[in-house]
C-alpha cells in the first residue's frame, strides 16, 4: 500500500508561483508513473501533469503546458509540481496519484493510489 501526502498548497497572487510536493510512504515509488490532477468546485476532476518512473518522459495538459514543471525524486520517494505564471483558473485541490503499471497515462482508472490533495487559490 502506497500513501501519498501533498503540500505546498496556498494562496498566491496571478503571475505568481507555487511548488507543489507529494510524499509517499509505505513502498517506494521508484518504479510508478506518478501523475497531478486537479478539481475545482462544480467541476470533473482533471489530468495535469504526468511522469515516467525513470523521469525521462513528462506529459502535460495543454492548459498548463509551459507554465508547469512535473519532476521526481525518486532518493526522496517524492514529486514535485512547480507552478509559474499562475491564473485564476488554476485555483483547485491539486491531487497526486501513483500508477504502478507505469502507463503514463491521462486517465484517472488508471492511477491506484491518491493523496487528499491541497488546495491552491489564485487570486486575480
Known amino acids: 500500500q502506497v500513501q501519498l501526502v501533498e503540500s505546498g498548497g496556498g494562496l498566491v497572487q496571478a503571475g505568481g508561483s507555487l511548488r507543489l510536493s507529494c510524499a509517499a510512504s509505505g513502498r517506494t515509488i521508484s518504479s510508478y508513473a506518478m501523475g497531478w490532477f486537479r478539481q475545482a468546485p462544480g467541476k470533473e476532476r482533471e489530468f495535469v501533469a504526468a511522469?515516467?518512473?525513470?523521469?525521462?518522459?513528462?506529459y502535460y495538459a495543454d492548459s498548463v503546458k509551459g507554465r508547469f514543471t512535473i519532476s521526481r525524486d525518486n532518493a526522496k520517494n517524492t514529486v514535485y509540481l512547480q507552478m509559474n505564471s499562475l491564473k485564476p483558473e488554476d485555483t483547485a485541490v491539486y491531487c497526486c496519484?501513483?500508477?504502478?503499471?507505469?502507463?503514463?497515462?491521462?486517465?484517472?482508472?488508471?492511477?491506484?493510489?491518491w493523496g487528499q490533495g491541497t488546495q491552491v487559490t489564485v487570486s486575480s
Open positions: 511522469i515516467s518512473w525513470t523521469g525521462l518522459i513528462t
Open positions: 496519484a501513483a500508477d504502478p503499471k507505469s502507463s503514463l497515462g491521462v486517465a484517472t482508472m488508471l492511477y491506484d493510489y
